[in-house]
């Protein structure tokens, strides 16, 4: 380990903007889903714990960070469902109907607001991690100047009461045995 960085408590409030929404979903094709009655002009409000991130290094590059905190609290309108605005949010990033709905039903939410889901995400899996359903995210980064691809790993999942995250450029076996180490 090489690092050990905790950023403290922070709040955030949107108000939602359903036309804004909607315009996108349709510039994009995204037909099927309807944006949750009751959204349009309401907060959101997010309150995240502080969160703890440790960094590993591997041949003096960086190779893993952990992030951990306490599972965050999502203030919606009564009757919106955080899983539907996921499902939303997976269909905008590209994710075919199918598996954006499957996944939108299987993550805790609440890790996507320590972890975020990353616009250029080329691949979703869902996994086991001691237990806990979790979520692997992989996206390719490339180097402007050297032109080298790296896969980027991550890892979010939650238990009892806490939200865990790993980016990770090491393979998808070190990645997950990494997690499963957690206690």
């Known amino acids: ?109 609440h890790t996507t607001l320590l972890v975020p889901v990353p616009p250029a995400a080329t691949s979703f899996k869902q996994v086991n991690i001691n237990g806990a359903q979790g979520v692997e995210i992989e996206r390719v980064v490339t180097n402007p100047e050297t032109g080298n691809r790296t896969g980027i790993r991550i890892l979010a999942w939650s238990a009892d009461g806490r939200v865990f995250g790993i980016e990770s450029v090491m393979g998808p076996q070190d990645v997950l045995q990494m997690a499963n180490s957690v206690r």
């Not at 108000?15 to 944006?35: E, H, Y």
């Not at 591997?58 to 952990?66: H, I, T, W």
């Not at 306490?70 to 899983?83: A, I, M, R």
């Not at 994710?95 to 939410?109: K, S, V």
């Open 1 to 109: 380990m090489t690092g050990i960085t905790v950023k403290g408590q922070h709040r955030l409030r949107v108000t939602a903007d359903v036309a804004r929404l909607q315009q996108v979903m349709d510039a994009l094709g995204i037909r099927d889903l309807t944006v949750p009655e009751g959204l349009d002009g309401q907060d959101v409000t997010v309150r995240i714990p502080p969160v703890v991130t440790m960094t590993y290094e591997r041949d003096g590059q960086r190779a893993a960070q952990f992030m951990q905190a306490q599972t965050p609290e999502v203030l919606l309108p009564g009757s919106v469902d955080l899983k539907v605005l996921g499902e939303i949010g997976l269909r905008v990033l590209g994710l075919p109907a199918t598996e954006a709905h499957q996944f939108a039903q299987a993550i805790d939410w």
